[in-house]
């Protein structure tokens, strides 16, 4: 997961959430390197929440926008990802560092899986209704 480099196949033809994916990939990076580091752990915990905050919405909104067809099913794991995401943080606060070892393998997968997989969902419908305007 260190290794992994943004790539333009990896875009979902929008500016904004690209950038986002980028910034997210950039925390895996850091927590695969060095995830027993308390301080690593601590700033992507924050990053992280960040994250789902503002990234969500944000993809929430443009598949709105596009009607997306399968957008409940994409807010669930949404949910799912971010529920995720604070209960490890309040373990990690209260006293438990040893969650903090589950970071690196659950934010891979939700790259390799979510970000690669259901994202390129709203990315294709996204692509298909800009051919469609083009055509008309
Ligand atoms: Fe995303
Ligand atoms: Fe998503």
Not at 60 to 89: C, S, T, V, Y
Not at 94 to 107: K, N, Q, T
């Amino acid at each position: 997961m260190a290794d992994l480099r943004w790539t333009e196949e990896m875009s979902v033809g929008d500016v904004a959430l690209d950038r986002d994916h980028q910034e997210f990939l950039a925390i895996a990076a850091c927590l695969d390197a060095r995830s027993s580091d308390r301080g690593v752990v601590v700033d992507a915990l924050a990053k992280l929440e960040l994250y789902v905050h503002g990234h969500f919405q944000r993809e929430e909104q443009l598949m709105q926008q596009i009607n997306f067809p399968h957008l409940a099913g994409h807010r669930l794991r949404h949910d799912w990802f971010r529920a995720r995401m604070k209960a490890i943080g309040e373990i990690y606060r209260h006293g438990d560092p040893s969650v903090g070892g589950a970071l690196p393998d659950l934010v891979g997968r939700w790259f390799f899986h979510h970000i690669l997989e259901d994202d390129k969902r709203y990315a294709h419908w996204l692509a298909e209704l800009a051919r469609h305007e083009q055509a008309q």
